[in-house]
């Protein structure tokens, strides 16, 4: 392993000197070489995906009209079960996974319990570890540069679009994960396998679609991967560099692939550990980056207490008479507020179920609970605090106008995009601001590839087998497409982390509507099997 570590590390520090030349070669730099080839790529994979039925992305309307049969038929167990699955989190019910429940003869559904193998002791990671890796993944730049980017283009209503994405998602991301685990694969070392290519080719097989399974199964491995390089790692570098530039004070035209590489070789060494060295991780770095950004939302929030009601006033009011110019009316600020909540918490992606999959759970329904805490903790929240402070800073409108092209805005004279305009709304209320705020970018970002690594990696084990070799040529791509990220323009590089996140939509929601009766029955085994243990 430390080998690996040392060859990673040496590979990356031979490719300092090419980039150091490029990145003063004549009047075009590095960074916009890389931008120069990459946003051809972009634009054809933003195009394919996001076609149109009329004026609204087919996609979208996917993700929303499912969200809303799965919240039906559950009969609205995000709102119903919030409190159970945050006592699922405690660890109030882990009794249940190692307790025969009902006659002492028989486990669960009747099997005998000598000879039934403890489905408990499957799985790498706790509810908790499980929730933090997942969140990891959801809660990042999605959050802080999303929102602003969101906000920019379509104004304050966009956030109340967004909340109702993050509402409605729950359900989504709460029937992916019972999935994710009820169909995972457990290799012969007990690492545990799992995500939609699973429940996809094995759970179709049992409905007698099996060759559907397994074609859907592939395009999401490929899918996935793709958003592994995209909306999980360029993106998030982008936004990371975006910030350390500013605070730097950096200029250089190859400034941008600089700070890429040295994120790269960071993230490079991290990822080699694999789940329980990222879970270990992410447990400790999630709810502290997270506390201390909500604290910081917060602070600047209530400093400014006689503003809450006009900002809330303005989300309401806005959402279905929007002010921000261009951005197409009701219509045009409502796909702003779903593509970026959805592109934030990943609901109906299939993603996070990757990570859901190695708890050590005998209920998939349980991390099911478990997982509908995502997209609140994510969109609902701390989503919804990064706008309350954009939008206070520009309460009258008079700092920037809404609506700006691509979702840069100019403030005093000088343009801002993404984590920038969020980093100016702190620079206003709190000292020294634009060094926290870089810090928590840069672990939003870091956290966030660290998870994304674990799902792509899964995705190319499944197309190309579970040896080293396979592992580290993925490595070595994701972290090459974190130099990528931190080069190339933030218009290039989420457009096409949009296209590859919801392209896994397709495949993913092939598998969630074929199987949600499964997902009912897990559901109701689990339910009595809390009343039954009590």
Known sequence: MQ???????????????????????GEVGLDA????????????????????????????????????????????????????????????YDHLDHATVGNSDLAIDGDIKDTIRDESEEGEVTHFQALATAVSGTVGNGNIAGVAL???????GATFWMIVCGLLGMSTKFVECTLGVQYRDIGEDGTVYGGPMYYLSKGLKERGFATLGKIAAVFFAIFCIGGSFGGGNAAQSNQATIVIKELLGFESTGAGAIIGLVLAILVGIIIIGGIK?????????????????????????????????????????EAFNPKAIGVGGVIGVLLVGFKRAAFSNEAGAGSASIAHSAVKTKYSA????????????????????????????????????????GGSVLIDGVSYEGAGITSKAFATYIPYSNVFLTIAVVLFAVSTMISWSYYGLQSWKYLFGRGKAADITYKLLFCLFVVIGAAASMNSIWAFSDAMIFAMVFPNMIGLFFLFPVVKEQ????LDAIKAGK
């Open 3 to 25: 080998n690996l570590k040392n060859r990673l590390t040496i590979l990356f520090a031979l490719m300092v000197l090419p980039m150091l030349a490029f990145a003063q070669d």
């Open 33 to 92: 070489k890389i931008d120069a080839a990459f946003k051809p790529i972009s634009d054809f994979f933003s195009n394919l995906i996001f076609f149109k039925i009329g004026d609204i992305p087919f996609v979208l309307m996917l993700l929303v009209f499912s969200a809303l049969f799965f919240t039906v038929y559950f009969k609205f167990i995000n709102i119903r079960k919030l409190f159970t699955a945050i006592n699922v989190v405690r660890g109030t």
């Open 150 to 156: 969101a906000i920019a283009l379509g104004g304050p």
């Open 277 to 317: 060295r990222i879970a270990s991780v992410t447990e400790k770095v999630v709810p502290f980056m997270a506390v201390l950004y909500l604290i910081a939302c917060l602070y600047i929030i209530l400093s400014n207490f006689t503003y809450i009601d006009d900002a809330f006033g303005q989300i309401f009011s």
């Open 366 to 405: 349980s991390e099911g609970l478990v997982a509908l805490l995502e997209p609140f903790i994510d969109t609902v929240v701390i989503c919804t605090m990064t706008a309350l402070v954009i939008i206070i800073f520009n309460i009258n409108g008079d700092v920037f106008q809404y609506g700006g092209e």
């Open 523 to 526: 559901l109701n085994r689990y």
